[in-house]
């Protein structure tokens, strides 16, 4: 050892100018190089961040997305492909596929709820006011807070008025109001194209958190512009003031926890009288327990990647099913060919289906459980514990079955959730058997057939209106 470091320091003694030389050259043409690269990367950001500086003044409160266009033509043209609405993917795909004929079951779930009279997959961000102006789940007794995710309009009026005054204006109120569709006030600043949080119940509901909004990095933005809407959220109070129920985190358990403890429920089930919690749906926060988050990849890098035209490079406007554009969302980082992504995801949205199924059964078994135990003698406090678990186990089938994607955002959280579901509704089956056998009743009971749309929909009403099937022997 010794011997070894006296040679290395009798050369360096030796032959000191070469040695260093060399390396001093060397140093200073990897910096420069160094150098070189960075300012051309600050050069072209700072050129991409002109770019976005409007060369046309946009007014503060602009809904109209057409005037942005004289600005920003390729974000607008991209954006208004979103237009269409026949996109089929096995799963998903902006197309306005009808979810209770598809699954019969989900009408039962639902029973003596809008859910259950029309349930339909989303469109695009093109189709949000339209969408909601003509769904049979809105009435005359609908409130102003639905509009609050549909418009950029919605920014505007809660300028003028103040949210809390928005929140308890009447739904049809404010039709004239409200027409633009999701758009570029939705979440961006017109006077500096930054990315803004442009909704109160996000940057209240991060706050109850503890998070410092300054502190937000620009990754995080990418997706927390999405979960101004795309979040489980409830109307609190007479005010129907929009609150996203993250008190105690954004997992099922937290969200459970803060519905069960002041016995919120959104309505009384009409075959099981279990008062239930109806999910809207969870993007942002199932996404956060899957791998995607956990790497940093937002949801824009998948729903809105990059796209070049004519030698510019843009952020790809039409928000839409990754599937339908799996070269630009998923093979920059994947270098599996297309096919083979496509079917990897098809076989984990499969999976997290099949899970699904299983549990819709299940749970619409039990509410006729509850339903027979009554039908034979047993009284509300009886049949306390059965409906509390029913409620827990839709409450968590439907955190999965509202969230988008067929549980890609993340497979082992759904499949998790919804072992936790099957379960709880076993339970209560199983209490069910007990208070029926307590009341004599030993023999199966008679489940109805639910196995399209129409016999589900003829089996709530007939419940609804006080003359059900005889279910025990
Ligand atoms: C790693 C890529 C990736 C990320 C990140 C991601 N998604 Fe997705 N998303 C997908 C895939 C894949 C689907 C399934 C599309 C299908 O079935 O056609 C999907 C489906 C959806 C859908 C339903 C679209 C449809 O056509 O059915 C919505 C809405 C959605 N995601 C929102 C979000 C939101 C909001 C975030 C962030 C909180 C997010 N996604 C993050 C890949 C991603
Ligand atoms: C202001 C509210 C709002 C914001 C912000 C928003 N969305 Fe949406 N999004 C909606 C609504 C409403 C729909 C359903 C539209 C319909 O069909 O009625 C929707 C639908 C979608 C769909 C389904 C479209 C399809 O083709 O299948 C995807 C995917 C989606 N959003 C992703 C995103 C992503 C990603 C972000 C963030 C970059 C985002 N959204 C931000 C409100 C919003
Ligand atoms: C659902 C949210 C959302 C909506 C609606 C939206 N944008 Fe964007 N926009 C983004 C995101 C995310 C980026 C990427 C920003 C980044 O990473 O810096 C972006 C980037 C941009 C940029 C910067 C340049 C680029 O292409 O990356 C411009 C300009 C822009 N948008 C214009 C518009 C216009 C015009 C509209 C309305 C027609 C609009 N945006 C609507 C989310 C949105
Ligand atoms: C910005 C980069 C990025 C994009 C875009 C992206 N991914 Fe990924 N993906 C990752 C990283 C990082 C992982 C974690 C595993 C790893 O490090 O290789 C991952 C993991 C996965 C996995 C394995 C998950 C598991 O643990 O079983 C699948 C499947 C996957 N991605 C599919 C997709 C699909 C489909 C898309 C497009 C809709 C997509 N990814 C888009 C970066 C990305």
Known sequence: MSAKNNFRNR????????????????????ATFALGVLAASILQRREEAKASLPLQPIAEYETDNSKWAVNWPRQYDSYRAGEESSSETKFGGA????????????????????????????????????????????????????????????VRLMADMGPAEFYKQTFDSLKGEVTHPVGCLDCHDPKTMVLKITRPALVEALERQGRDLKNISHQEMRSL?????????????????LTFPWDDGTGIEAMAKYYDEPNFSDWTHAISGAPMVKMQHPDYEVYTKGIHAFRNVACADCHMPYKTEGGSKFTDHHVR?????????????????????????????SGVREGRDRAEETIAKAHFDIAAAKQAGANDEQLKEARRLVREAQLRWDY?????????????????????????????????????????????IAYPDFSTKEKAQALMRAFVDGNPPKLVP
Not at 334 to 344: K, V
């Open 11 to 30: 050369t360096t003694q030796r032959q000191p100018a070469a040695w260093r030389g060399w390396l001093l050259f060397g140093a200073a043409v990897v």
């Open 95 to 154: 197309y306005p596929r009808d979810l209770l004929a598809e699954t019969p079951a989900n009408v039962i779930l639902f029973a003596g709820y809008g859910f259950a009279k029309e349930y339909r997959q989303a469109r695009g961000h093109l189709h949000a006011v339209e969408d909601v102006v003509n769904t049979a789940r809105v009435g005359p007794t609908t409130v102003a807070t639905c509009w609050t995710c549909k418009s950029p309009d919605v």
């Open 225 to 241: 512009v999405c979960a101004q809407c795309h979040v489980e959220y409830y109307f609190k109070g007479e005010g129907n003031y």
């Open 321 to 349: 099913s990754p599937l339908l554009n799996i070269a630009n969302s998923c093979a920059v980082c994947h270098r599996w060919d297309e096919e083979e992504i496509r079917s990897r995801v098809e076989s984990i949205q």
């Open 400 to 444: 999965v079955a509202a969230n988008n994607g067929m549980g890609f955002h993340a497979p082992q959280e759904c499949l998790r959730i919804l072992a936790a579901a099957v379960e709880m509704a076993g339970q209560c089956r199983v209490e069910c058997a007990r208070i029926l056998a307590r009341n004599g009743v030993t023999e199966p």
